[in-house]
């Protein structure tokens, strides 16, 4: 499937768009194009903050575990292993993200979702980390990223329970900052970008790197535990019958081995 991940300039600010029809489904090339669209970014002092946005329906509707061969293939950790590789560079990025999150945010999605700094929904958001509804571990740091942002509890609970969060509750949760009419994320989160992008540059990398600081280092080390329990995971019998069951539509029989 093509891959297209565009960079444009708009004064200070990036505006970098991604597309991969039909879904945005993540996949290494996907996530390593938007990591070295974020590089430019950083290497560029007339650059002061970037917008992260998708075309279509979904924001990202996460991996494609059975329709994608490289991950759904017998080599499948591997790839995933290189997409976490590719989330470590954004998290190591020096500079802030603003998301327009349209659609879904499903599993690698909602991760790369939460690697921003900032994220505008509107009223057809949907935000879910569904791994134990495919048996499967969570990834791309969310065990890190969503306790840090929701505490405990509720991070806990959209983990545990793979709930799809729309868009109000989201915002009241604290999971969204910006909540607007649909179809205007993309406008909303450029309006962001600009309002922090007036201030001074060295101001804001300094600020920045104070707030964000070992944030990288947690991350990368919470995608190391979770690739080694997807690994796990991976090899189960629920593993394939939940990913079945989302492929066919139909609820899962887990049987716990």
């Not at 993540?26 to 194009?33: E, G, I, N, S, V």
């Not at 490289?70 to 998290?91: D, P, T, V």
């Not at 020096?94 to 009223?123: C, E, H, N, S, T």
Request: with cysteine.
């Amino acid at each position: 499937m093509s891959i297209d991940v565009t960079l444009e300039r708009d004064h200070h600010v990036a505006k970098i768009h991604f597309s991969k029809p039909p879904h945005n489904f993540a996949c290494p090339d996907l996530m390593r194009q938007i990591a070295d669209a974020l590089y430019k970014v950083d290497s560029d002092p007339a650059l002061r903050c970037s917008v992260l946005t998708s075309q279509g329906r979904s924001f990202c509707a996460g991996a494609d575990l059975a329709g994608d061969a490289a991950i759904a293939g017998n080599g499948g950790m591997a790839a995933i292993s290189k997409l976490y590789n590719q989330a470590e560079r954004m998290f190591r990025r020096r500079k802030p993200i603003i998301a327009g999150v349209q659609g879904a945010a499903i599993g690698a999605g909602l991760g790369l979702a939460m690697a921003a700094d900032f994220r505008v929904a509107d009223p057809t958001t949907r935000l879910s980390a569904n791994f134990t509804r495919l048996g499967f571990h969570p990834g791309f740091a969310l065990t890190y990223t969503l306790p840090r942002l929701l505490g405990p509890q509720r991070a806990s609970w959209m983990m545990l329970s793979s709930e799809r969060v729309k868009g109000k509750t989201a915002l009241d949760w604290g999971l969204v900052d910006r909540m607007v009419d649909e179809g205007t994320v993309g406008e909303e989160a450029l309006a962001m970008a600009h309002e922090i992008a007036g201030n001074a540059p060295l101001a804001l990398l300094a600020v920045r790197r104070t707030l964000m600081d070992g944030t990288a280092n947690a991350a990368v080390a919470a995608m190391r535990r979770e690739h080694a329990e997807q690994s796990a995971l991976r090899a189960t019998a629920d593993y394939a019958e939940g990913v079945a069951s989302v492929f066919e539509r139909r609820p899962a029989h887990f049987i716990g081995s």
